[in-house]
């Protein structure tokens, strides 16, 4: 079992930026990929950027492209959302998961899943 706790979420103005945190507890997460999800209300889950375990491979939805960036720290048993020049449309609740098997983009392959940090971005 791999225990997840997300954290820096919060409310930022457009433009601005914030780090995520997702926090391992119980496996090391250190053997398995990583996903970052948001979802909006009224709106389904969606992927926005994954990274491979040993960091060698990542991933981005297109709309965070060159905005966003995923890294890990194995050794710390953490990765990390960083996000730059935030949009109002970005203001979701956040979560990471592990990743299981299967493709990166799709919820099903992870099994484990953080509670989720709210972030709120105001014009």
């Known amino acids: 079992q791999v225990q997840l706790v997300e954290s820096g979420g919060g409310l930022v103005q457009a433009g601005g930026s914030l780090r995520l945190s997702c926090a391992a507890s119980?496996?090391?997460?250190?053997?398995?990929?990583v996903g970052w999800f948001r979802q909006a209300p009224g709106m389904e889950r969606e992927f926005i950027g994954g990274?491979?375990?040993?960091?060698?491979?990542?991933y981005y939805a297109d709309s965070v492209k060159g905005r966003f960036t995923i890294s890990r720290d194995n050794a710390k048993n953490t990765a990390y959302l960083q996000m730059n020049s935030l949009k109002p449309e970005d203001t979701a609740v956040y979560y990471c998961?592990?990743?299981?098997?299967?493709?990166?983009?799709?919820?099903?392959?992870?099994?484990?899943w953080g509670q989720g940090t709210q972030v709120t971005v105001s014009s």
């Open positions: 998961a592990a990743h299981s098997r299967g493709s990166y983009y799709y919820t099903a392959s992870y099994p484990y």
């Open positions: 119980g496996r090391p997460l250190g053997d398995r990929a």
């Open positions: 990274i491979t375990w040993s960091g060698g491979s990542i």
